[in-house]
């Protein structure tokens, strides 16, 4: 579903929704792996840089494999949404070379009849001439004036 279109179903949930719980969950892992830490160890005293060390070696090895999975659902969401937009775009591609070409074709049968309708005019008026030639020369031979040698 591209942007700005409405969906046929107005109770469906919105395709990208799910990325929102993807992104949700990352936060929720990042706010709850410090605080379980602050809850666990809230009556020590904040140490030297080896408690501080140890934090983030806990605080990186609850998070980090949470937001590497959000991060490939996002990733292979995203791979998704391309190639359905992709195929979107191969279709609308299709029909407007459709209609390009329906066009055009409409563009050369009105250019024939064109061309038919400055030829007729001109095609009748060679054939009465024509017409008017041979009646003429029938008159002057029924007359016996005409030389039927030069014909």
């Known amino acids: 579903m591209g942007r700005g279109k ?11 929704e799910k990325i929102f719980w993807f992104v949700a969950l990352g936060f929720i892992a990042m706010v709850i792996a410090p605080a ?3 809850i ?9 840089p080896g408690e501080w060390g140890n934090f983030a070696t806990y605080f990186s ?11 490939a659902g996002l990733f292979f969401r995203s791979i998704v949404v391309q190639r359905r937009e992709f195929e979107e775009t191969r ?5 407007a070379n459709a209609l390009q070409l329906s066009v055009e074709n409409n563009r050369a049968s009105i250019n024939k009849q ?14 009465s001439e024509s017409y008017k ?8 031979l029924e007359q016996g004036v005409y030389d ?4």
Not at 133 to 140: H, Q, T
Not at 148 to 151: D, R
């Open 6 to 16: 409405e969906p046929d179903n107005k109770k469906a949930g919105h395709p990208d």
């Open 36 to 38: 379980a830490y602050i």
């Open 40 to 48: 666990a160890f809230f009556d020590y005293e904040a140490g030297g």
């Open 61 to 71: 090895g609850i998070v980090t494999p949470v937001v590497a999975l959000c991060s």
């Open 91 to 95: 279709r609308e591609m299709r029909a």
């Open 114 to 127: 064109q061309q038919l309708e400055r030829t007729i005019p001109r095609a009748r008026k060679n054939q």
């Open 133 to 140: 030639e041979v009646f003429e020369c029938w008159k002057k």
């Open 148 to 151: 039927s040698s030069t014909l």
